[in-house]
């Protein structure tokens, strides 16, 4: 089943306890980004919106005991797209309380190289995101099957991973 509008909206607004994404592209096309990006790009500052839904969802979960994470695999150098979700996404939303972690691969193996990106809600809801190679969404499909080899990948992914906060100081040094 693919999901979209209210059916997609209603899986970040009623899941109980956890929202928990994997992250493996180095950049993601999104038509609704594609000015920031450009401006970005260009030099121009990035400037996080006042009115963040998704800090606005992050904080109302926090509030009822229940947490929203991610982790991104990533390669250095960062791809110009990684560089601004860091600004533009990354920092206000760890700050607002997302468990943001990063999983950089660029000296050693991938542990989940043939891994795809997902969402999990409350550790047995699976939604596959599917994207082409250039980080366009095709579309995003629940999955039906057994969610032990996701719970699984979540698992690896934070033991491998280091919080946003500590990897971006890495990168300063």
């Known amino acids: 089943m693919l999901l979209a509008g209210d059916a997609w909206d209603a899986k970040f607004r009623d899941f109980a306890k956890e929202a928990w994404r994997l992250e493996t592209l180095p950049q993601y096309i999104v038509p609704q980004e594609a000015e920031q990006f450009s401006r970005f790009l260009s030099g121009q500052p990035v400037v996080p919106e006042d009115d963040d839904e998704w800090i ?9 005991g229940g947490s929203i994470g991610r982790v991104h695999i990533v390669t250095r150098p960062l ?17 607002a ?8 691969v660029t000296d050693r193996p991938n542990p989940l190289a043939d891994v795809q990106d997902f969402w999990m809600f409350d550790r047995s809801t699976v939604v596959l995101m599917n994207y082409e190679p250039d980080g366009k969404q095709i579309n995003r499909e629940l999955f039906n ?3 032990t080899p996701f719970l699984e990948y979540q698992r690896i992914a934070l033991a491998e991973a280091v919080p946003f906060s500590e990897y971006v100081k890495q990168l300063d040094t």
């Open 56 to 64: 606005d969802l992050i904080q109302k979960h926090r509030e009822t």
């Open 79 to 95: 791809s110009d797209y990684l560089r601004f979700e860091f600004a533009q996404y990354y920092a206000p939303q760890f700050d």
């Open 145 to 147: 099957g057994d969610p």
């Open 97 to 104: 309380g997302e468990d943001i972690r990063i999983l950089d």
